[in-house]
């Protein structure tokens, strides 16, 4: 239901319109005064406001003094493709002349492992190609290209375990 405010009537006599005194003389009307906001709307909003405030000041104290550098790339990713799947060609050749190294044949198991460390040589020297340009002075990988040393390394294993297998003899020597 609504309610209506009205107005005390004027004019009438012998009714109490809020007078004490009963006299001619009236009082304005005056509405009663509006209420405030709730307190906890008004701390709400306050918390909101300070947060929101010194978050910015926080993040405008942060920013970064100096432009973002951009790396570009210096390999060709099809090129980096190729390798690794060269590398997996190695290991598995490697693979293969230690399967060969207990058979009887040892020409077959020299002309495998003549095979299988020329191509693992290869690679390892393609990959070295690859990243000739952007290696230190000193010879080491910068840290953004440390990732390729697990390729490095896993060439060296390669080598290392044909070079443990290796014959006698090559073809060569016969």
Request: hydrophobic share 30%; charged share 30%.
């Amino acid at each position: 239901m609504n309610r209506v405010r009205r107005r005390p009537q004027r004019g009438r006599s012998g009714a109490d319109n809020g007078n004490d005194a009963g006299s001619d003389e009236k009082k304005p009307y005056r509405p009663q005064p509006k209420k405030g906001a709730h307190p906890a709307v008004v701390i709400v909003t306050l918390v909101l406001l300070v947060g929101t405030v010194s978050m910015f000041a926080y993040s405008y104290i942060n920013r970064p003094t100096q432009p973002k550098v951009v790396i570009e790339e210096t390999t060709n990713d099809k090129e980096y493709r190729a390798i690794q799947k060269d590398i997996a060609k190695s290991r598995s050749l490697s693979r293969e002349v230690v399967q060969m190294r207990s058979d009887d044949d040892s020409r077959a198991f020299a002309r495998k492992w003549q095979q299988a460390m020329g191509f693992s040589s290869a690679t390892q020297q393609k990959l070295r190609e690859m990243l000739a340009e952007v290696r230190n002075e000193d010879g080491t990988l910068p840290p953004e290209y440390s990732g390729y040393n697990t390729d490095f390394t896993t060439m060296q294993t390669i080598i290392g375990d044909l070079a443990k297998v290796a014959p006698m003899f090559t073809e060569d020597e016969d």
